[in-house]
């Protein structure tokens, strides 16, 4: 079983900055990609940032020069920071991450996994 577990969140002036983090766990080969999407209210799911196994990057237009993603694949997270957030960054913000578990007779599958979401809030 695999687990990604979010933390951080929570409401913030506009301006302001919040952390989040994601911790993959369980019976993990490798990890491919990992990073961040949000939904806000009655939107659809949108891509924020994410970084591959190879460190390529990548963010939405909107967040690019104020949000930054990290990554440490010795301990599998992957941590978002977010700063001069605006109120349209409001959301609920899902940690994913691509991971390849071993499986019986040596075969290993590669699947998508999210987190259970964490809800951030800017006021303005």
């Known amino acids: 079983q695999v687990q990604l577990v979010e933390s951080g969140g929570g409401l913030v002036q506009a301006g302001g900055s919040l952390r989040l983090s994601c911790a993959a766990s369980g019976s993990i080969f490798s990890i491919d990609a990992m990073g961040w999407y949000r939904q806000g209210h009655g939107k659809q799911r949108e891509l924020v940032a994410s970084?591959?196994?190879?460190?390529?990057?990548n963010y939405a237009d909107s967040v690019k020069g104020r949000f930054t993603i990290s990554r440490d694949n010795a301990k599998n997270t992957v941590d978002l920071q977010m700063n001069s957030l605006k109120p349209e960054d409001t959301a609920v913000y899902y940690c994913?991450?691509?991971?390849?578990?071993?499986?019986?007779?040596?075969?290993?599958?590669?699947?998508?996994?999210w987190g259970q979401g964490t809800q951030v809030t800017v006021s303005s």
């Open positions: 994913y991450a691509v991971i390849t578990t071993p499986r019986a007779m040596g075969k290993y599958v590669r699947n998508d996994y």
């Open positions: 970084v591959n196994s190879g460190g390529y990057i």
